[in-house]
């Protein structure tokens, strides 16, 4: 079964500007709130995709790293993988040495990112996605200015 899902940052949730947008544009789409640390976070998106398959991932910040973590796991079950601003750099290096990911992923990724290095993360991202589409914009880590005018029609098809 083909499935759509929103994975917040840290700091935000699922009421964010984000959630609201893909709630109001992707109905059907799976909003969940996470809380805890990164394992508990990623019981729950086990859980919430559990019987899931040809799944598209979004996630922004720290839900870029847990959707690229879950695509680490279980990849057949991955379409799509799309990352904002994604926290690649708060993970321990050791998870993604001699490893890479299969499934095409696009980064959006601010230039004026002050909160995730734009640098380290495309470092990451060039070395861990085999088929990646990066993309550093004219925007903060939020991407306030980006994130409404991404395909998310194409990308989430």
């Avoid at 729950?44 to 695509?71: D, H, K, N, P, Y």
């Amino acid at each position: 079964m083909a499935a759509r899902i929103f994975i917040h940052g840290l700091e935000s949730g699922n009421q964010g500007t984000k959630s609201v947008y893909f709630r109001e544009h992707f109905p059907g789409m799976i909003i969940p709130l996470f809380t805890g640390d990164l394992d508990s976070r990623m019981a729950e998106l086990r859980r919430v995709l559990a019987g899931e398959t040809q799944i598209r991932l979004v996630g922004s910040s720290f839900g870029g790293l847990m959707a690229t973590l879950f695509c680490l796991e279980a990849p057949e079950r991955v379409k799509r993988l799309i990352l904002l601003a994604p926290a690649l750099n708060l993970a321990n290096r050791a998870l993604f040495k001699d490893r890479t990911v299969s499934v095409p992923a696009w980064v959006y990724h601010g230039r004026q990112d002050e909160v995730i290095p734009l640098a380290e993360v495309e470092s990451i991202a060039s070395s861990l996605f085999e088929i990646l589409s990066f993309n550093a914009v004219d925007d903060d880590h939020f991407l306030h200015k980006t994130f409404r005018t991404i395909d998310w029609s194409g990308l989430l098809a």
